[in-house]
Structures are given as C-alpha cells and as structure tokens.
T-cell receptor
Framework: AQKITQTQPGMFVQEKEAVTLDCTYD???????LFWYKQPSSGEMIFLIY??????QNATEGRYSLNFQKARKSANLVISASQLGDSAMYFC????????????FGKGNQVVVIP | DVKVTQSSRYLVKRTGEKVFLECVQD?????MFWYRQDPGLGLRLIYF???????EKGDIPEGYSVSREKKERFSLILESASTNQTSMYLC?????????????FGDGTRLSIL
C-alpha cells in the first residue's frame, strides 16, 4: 500500500508568489518523521525540511515551512517568495518506524517558477 | 557538510556485463542506501546497510547485490546487466543514531544498458 501520496499535477508558479505542495501519508505508528527533498534537473536530491510526529510546532527553514496536520495525516510544504531556482521536483518522504531508518518516498511534485 | 560521492555521473554498459556502482561518504555515517529512480515511479529502495558488512534487501533487490566492506563505502553490483536496469541510481547515507537525521544523497549515476 502506498504510504506517501503526492497527487498534484505539475505546477507553474509566478516568481515571488508562494506555492503549497500537498503530501498525505499513511501510518499507524505514533512515532514517525516526515522529510521534504528538492531535486533540480541536475539530479541531486537536496534535503529541505523535517517534521517529527511529536513536534508541537510546524517546522520552518528559511523560505520553507511545513503545514503539519497530524489528524489529517497531511504534511504540506509551503515555499514562500518563489525564485527561479525553486524550479524542481519535490519529494515528500516518511521515515518508517521499524525499517532501520528507511524512507518511503512519494512520487513527487513538479514545480516550474516563471518570471 | 556531508559529502556523498558517486563514482560516475553517466555510465553506459552492455547487456550481460557485471556493473559496479561505487558510493563513498565522508561523515562516518552508519546507514547507507541505494535507490533507483524512474519516471513516474519515484525512488525505490534496492538495498541498504545499517553498518559495515550488514545489508538488507529493499523493495526491489532482484538482479542486484551490494558490498559494504568499509564504513565509508557502499557498492551496488549488477550481476548481469539487463536493459530494464537502465535508470538513475542514487546513493544516500545517514547518521544512524538520531531519528531526525535526513538521508544525504550523492549526485546520482545515470546508467544506460545497451
């Protein structure tokens, strides 16, 4: 069964605007972690932000913030003030609690920032 | 900064060849991972290792093996390459003892099997 769901089609975003990328997850374990990665066209995977299931506050990291809604099992990434360099694929991932720190990845969201 | 280095960015091999993909990390991380990435399928875990000489199968281990003789190096081996193994391969490492630590990735190897 799919554990991480990212279903948005490719998105075009105007430069300087905010964009929200949806991620829903499925787990019955109370202890888990959620990660977001960025993959530009060059191919490297870049870690952006982490949210632990017990964290009381939404994670923030510069222009990246995570809208964590635990009851809905949702962990949406918000990118504020989009820049051209934000054009990339974005992947949501969940650390599996009993999997030796394995990550289950979603299939990604494509974002293109236009000037 | 963590540095994960994959030996090749691009590699072309022939069907039936034995192919080695090498990955080295410089941060003394216990955990290392090999993924393949295909359009529309996201990242799929092939094998991982949580310490030296330890390995576990991921979701798609068929046709692959791995070797972890030293902590810093994790090798992926295609025993007899086939065209359906043409893909992007990504290596990652992670500090094992802390739950909130992310996986750090190399730049990837785009492997073509002809």
């Amino acid at each position: 069964a799919q554990k991480i769901t990212q279903t948005q089609p490719g998105m075009f975003v105007q430069e300087k605007e905010a964009v929200t990328l949806d991620c829903t997850y499925d787990t019955s374990d109370p202890s888990y972690g959620l990660f977001w990665y960025k993959q530009p066209s060059s191919g490297e995977m870049i870690f952006l932000i982490y949210q632990g299931s017990y964290d009381q506050q939404n994670a923030t990291e510069g222009r990246y913030s995570l809208n964590f809604q635990k009851a809905r099992k949702s962990a949406n990434l918000v990118i504020s003030a989009s820049q051209l360099g934000d054009s990339a694929m974005y992947f949501c991932a969940m650390r599996e609690p009993y999997g030796n720190n394995r990550l289950a990845f979603g299939k990604g969201n494509q974002v293109v920032v236009i000037p | 900064d963590v540095k994960v280095t994959q030996s090749s960015r691009y590699l072309v091999k022939r069907t039936g060849e034995k192919v080695f993909l090498e990955c080295v990390q410089d941060m003394d991380h216990e955990n290392m991972f090999w993924y393949r990435q295909d359009p529309g399928l996201g990242l799929r875990l092939i094998y991982f290792s949580y310490d030296v000489k330890m390995k576990e199968k991921g979701d798609i281990p068929e046709g692959y093996s791995v070797s972890r003789e030293k902590k810093e190096r994790f090798s992926l081996i295609l025993e007899s390459a086939s065209t359906n193994q043409t893909s992007m391969y990504l290596c990652a490492s992670r500090l094992g003892s802390v739950s909130n630590q992310p996986q750090h990735f190399g730049d990837g190897t785009r492997l073509s099997i002809l």
